[in-house]
């Protein structure tokens, strides 16, 4: 059976010539430690986003001014989540309604741009967001709204290859950057409020061909695929009915829409796992693997090595899919993860093994803690929203109950960073809360499959956000820095002491890595929802962030919305460096 994946696996070196200015697996494997490139989403494949450069440290980074803005232009505004990538004198940069930019990384100058044509028909459940691309041989590739993956060329912005990956119709779709691990290109799917199921999938790279799919609901069938493109059975995830009685298995949910990370020192790819479909847990008695989750996988073959589920049955939309980020602690490899649920949790990156869960918000009511020895959340049973058809439902609308983190999350897409230097996380944190009921629902293909109301509300009047920085061996909050808004953008820590982030408010703001102190803020004219990344050029450092105000916050958030509806829309990139080399 392991045959024709070696085989696959052994073309993906001997497709053309190589150049001298390709991206090799050797490059991505030292993406972290290059500070010339930025090469894939999370700064190196493991996602930490450190970056060794110290040119811009605590005690320069009060002289940062702008080396160049660049606009997306056009009426296609709406939530900009992209993070950069550089190689070759180049930013790649992903926009609104799957747009793609290439431009010129010392003067700012657009040198192509693709704008995929998108049907009418489409479905995104949390506004027309792109958060990135990913970089191999000499192609840029990226997802669209219409879940296809395009492949370009880096010079020309030509199309080298594009796959179908589903059917929008039926509520498919991505948004998170493709992943290159060991050669491969892999890829999650978006759609869980849609009744999709979800899954990874490994592709070459320089073809678009697949080489396996893994479902990630129990009960469905994983797949390799020969050298012809044939289908040919490799397991079924799980056991099937083991964790989902009865049939909502097959239209489970547990999409892979915030993509992956990948170790090169265990082999294994981490991916996230969404919510079960529909919300309505009443509906779908037992744990509902593989939602709510991280699973490694073995990207050789696709199986699941271990997997972790943070909130089995899930009845509050605590999406699982937040980012696994490797990291050294004691001699060993860990991952950490803050999850939606509110939970940061220390798990053995090689075994899937808990090492150590807490709380990183303040106010959590669905769960009083996390059992170390099994694992498993212990629940507090009056705030799950009720059955209702059962108790004092009128079989429309059972119990309201007050659930916090609120859906949205104690942390959602912004991605976090950990620093080498301290050994600490900093983690974009939310406090809010909701008002949540669940509701009958029957699965109509692309319809919304939720089965549940809410109604999202603040739990402070002094602020929402909060960037915290977070001991992984201790559970304790070091520091923290409130924000008004949600914070809705992610992060980057660097060896010159600094931690960098957005705020919706459209600052980027720099921190002491080890105190919290601000130390320098820019208004970049539009709320950043997006990470910042860093890069060395002719011995300057620059820095460089996404600038355009959306995401799922203004559709979703309820009361929270309403306090930052006077935010405005943009879509640019910002760069900044020191006005003389130090």
């Given at each position: 059976?392991?045959?024709?994946?070696l085989?696959?696996?052994?073309?993906?070196?001997?497709?053309?010539?190589?150049?001298?200015?390709?991206?090799?697996?050797?490059?991505?494997?030292?993406?972290?430690k290059?500070?010339?490139?930025?090469?894939?989403?999370?700064?190196?494949?493991?996602?930490?986003?450190?970056?060794?450069?110290?040119?811009?440290?605590?005690?320069?980074?009060?002289?940062?001014?702008?080396?160049?803005?660049?606009?997306?232009?056009?009426?296609?505004?709406?939530?900009?989540?992209?993070?950069?990538?550089?190689?070759?004198?180049?930013?790649?940069?992903?926009?609104?309604?799957?747009?793609?930019?290439?431009?010129?990384?010392k003067?700012?100058?657009?040198?192509?741009?693709?704008?995929?044509?998108?049907?009418?028909?489409?479905?995104?459940?949390?506004?027309?967001?792109?958060?990135?691309?990913?970089?191999?041989?000499?192609?840029?590739?990226?997802?669209?709204?219409?879940?296809q993956?395009?492949?370009?060329?880096?010079?020309?912005?030509?199309?080298?290859?594009?796959?179908?990956v589903?059917?929008?119709?039926?509520?498919?779709?991505?948004?998170?950057?493709?992943?290159?691990?060991?050669?491969?290109?892999?890829?999650?799917?978006?759609?869980?409020?849609?009744?999709?199921?979800?899954?990874?999938?490994?592709?070459?790279?320089?073809?678009?061909?697949?080489?396996?799919?893994?479902?990630?609901?129990?009960?469905?069938?994983?797949?390799?695929?020969?050298?012809?493109?044939?289908?040919?059975?490799?397991?079924?995830?799980?056991?099937?009915?083991?964790?989902?009685?009865?049939?909502?298995?097959?239209?489970?949910?547990?999409?892979?829409?915030?993509?992956?990370?990948?170790?090169?020192?265990?082999?294994?790819?981490?991916?996230?796992?969404?919510?079960?479909?529909?919300?309505?847990?009443?509906?779908?008695?037992?744990?509902?693997?593989?939602?709510?989750?991280?699973?490694?996988?073995?990207?050789?073959?696709?199986?699941?090595?271990?997997?972790?589920?943070?909130?089995?049955?899930?009845?509050?939309?605590?999406?699982?899919?937040n980012?696994?980020?490797?990291?050294?602690?004691?001699?060993?490899?860990?991952?950490?993860?803050?999850?939606?649920?509110?939970?940061?949790?220390?798990?053995?990156?090689?075994?899937?093994?808990?090492?150590?869960?807490?709380?990183?918000?303040?106010?959590?009511?669905?769960?009083s803690g996390?059992?170390?020895?099994?694992?498993?959340?212990?629940?507090?049973?009056?705030?799950?929203?009720?059955?209702?058809?059962?108790?004092?439902?009128?079989?429309?609308?059972?119990?309201?109950?007050?659930?916090?983190?609120?859906?949205?999350?104690?942390?959602?897409?912004?991605?976090?960073?950990?620093?080498?230097?301290?050994?600490?996380?900093?983690?974009?944190a939310n406090?809010?809360?909701m008002?949540?009921?669940?509701?009958?629902?029957?699965?109509?293909?692309?319809?919304?499959?939720?089965?549940?109301?809410?109604?999202?509300?603040?739990?402070?009047?002094?602020?929402?956000?909060?960037?915290?920085?977070?001991?992984?061996?201790?559970?304790?909050?070091?520091?923290?820095a409130?924000?008004?808004?949600?914070?809705?953008?992610?992060?980057?820590?660097?060896?010159?002491?600094?931690?960098?982030?957005?705020?919706?408010?459209?600052?980027?703001?720099?921190?002491?890595?080890?105190?919290?102190?601000?130390?320098?803020?820019?208004?970049?004219?539009?709320?950043?929802?997006?990470?910042?990344?860093?890069?060395?050029?002719?011995?300057?450092?620059?820095?460089?962030?996404?600038?355009?105000?959306?995401?799922?916050?203004?559709?979703?958030?309820?009361?929270?919305?309403?306090?930052?509806?006077?935010?405005?829309?943009?879509?640019?990139?910002?760069?900044?460096?020191?006005?003389?080399?130090?």
């Amino acid at each position: 059976m392991k045959q024709p994946i070696l085989w696959l696996l052994a073309g993906l070196t001997t497709l053309g010539p190589a150049h001298a200015l390709d991206v090799t697996n050797a490059m991505l494997a030292n993406d972290a430690k290059d500070a010339k490139s930025v090469l894939s989403f999370g700064m190196g494949t493991e996602g930490q986003r450190y970056s060794t450069l110290t040119q811009v440290n605590t005690k320069t980074v009060g002289q940062l001014v702008p080396a160049w803005s660049f606009s997306f232009g056009g009426e296609k505004q709406r939530g900009q989540e992209s993070q950069p990538l550089i190689h070759n004198g180049k930013m790649f940069v992903t926009a609104s309604y799957s747009r793609i930019f290439a431009v010129d990384m010392k003067t700012g100058t657009k040198l192509w741009k693709y704008e995929h044509r998108l049907p009418d028909g489409i479905m995104p459940c949390c506004d027309v967001v792109n958060r990135g691309a990913a970089l191999y041989g000499n192609l840029v590739i990226f997802g669209t709204l219409d879940a296809q993956l395009v492949a370009l060329d880096q010079e020309t912005g030509k199309v080298v290859w594009k796959e179908k990956v589903d059917d929008y119709a039926a509520g498919y779709s991505m948004t998170a950057a493709p992943l290159i691990a060991n050669g491969m290109l892999l890829t999650g799917v978006s759609g869980g409020e849609f009744g999709v199921v979800g899954r990874v999938e490994a592709r070459n790279p320089m073809t678009g061909e697949l080489l396996w799919m893994r479902p990630t609901v129990e009960g469905h069938m994983g797949y390799r695929y020969d050298k012809d493109g044939k289908g040919i059975e490799n397991g079924v995830t799980g056991t099937v009915n083991k964790s989902w009685p009865g049939e909502l298995w097959k239209t489970g949910g547990a999409s892979t829409w915030m993509g992956g990370t990948y170790d090169g020192s265990t082999g294994l790819a981490y991916f996230g796992t969404g919510n079960p479909a529909p919300w309505n847990s009443h509906l779908r008695p037992g744990d509902n693997l593989y939602s709510s989750s991280t699973v490694a996988l073995d990207v050789k073959t696709g199986q699941i090595k271990w997997a972790y589920q943070n909130t089995p049955n899930d009845s509050w939309d605590f999406d699982g899919a937040n980012e696994f980020v490797t990291f050294d602690m004691n001699g060993k490899r860990y991952g950490g993860k803050a999850d939606r649920n509110g939970f940061f949790y220390v798990i053995d990156a090689k075994d899937g093994k808990l090492q150590n869960a807490f709380p990183f918000v303040r106010k959590i009511t669905w769960a009083s803690g996390i059992d170390l020895k099994t694992g498993r959340p212990n629940f507090i049973a009056a705030n799950r929203p009720s059955d209702p058809t059962k108790g004092n439902g009128d079989g429309k609308k059972g119990n309201t109950v007050f659930a916090a983190p609120a859906f949205l999350g104690a942390k959602n897409q912004m991605p976090m960073a950990y620093s080498q230097q301290t050994g600490l996380f900093y983690v974009p944190a939310n406090e809010w809360g909701m008002d949540i009921w669940n509701e009958p629902i029957s699965y109509k293909k692309g319809g919304a499959f939720l089965g549940a109301g809410f109604t999202i509300r603040p739990l402070n009047d002094d602020y929402i956000g909060a960037l915290r920085a977070i001991d992984p061996k201790t559970g304790k909050i070091v520091w923290e820095a409130k924000n008004t808004a949600p914070l809705w953008g992610g992060v980057m820590t660097t060896a010159g002491g600094l931690v960098f982030y957005g705020t919706p408010e459209g600052f980027l703001k720099a921190l002491d890595a080890r105190t919290g102190k601000e130390l320098w803020k820019f208004q970049t004219g539009s709320g950043v929802v997006a990470p910042p990344v860093t890069w060395e050029d002719g011995g300057v450092q620059y820095i460089a962030v996404v600038s355009g105000w959306g995401g799922a916050v203004p559709l979703w958030g309820g009361e929270v919305a309403k306090k930052v509806n006077f935010l405005e829309q943009g879509g640019s990139v910002w760069v900044f460096k020191l006005p003389t080399r130090i």
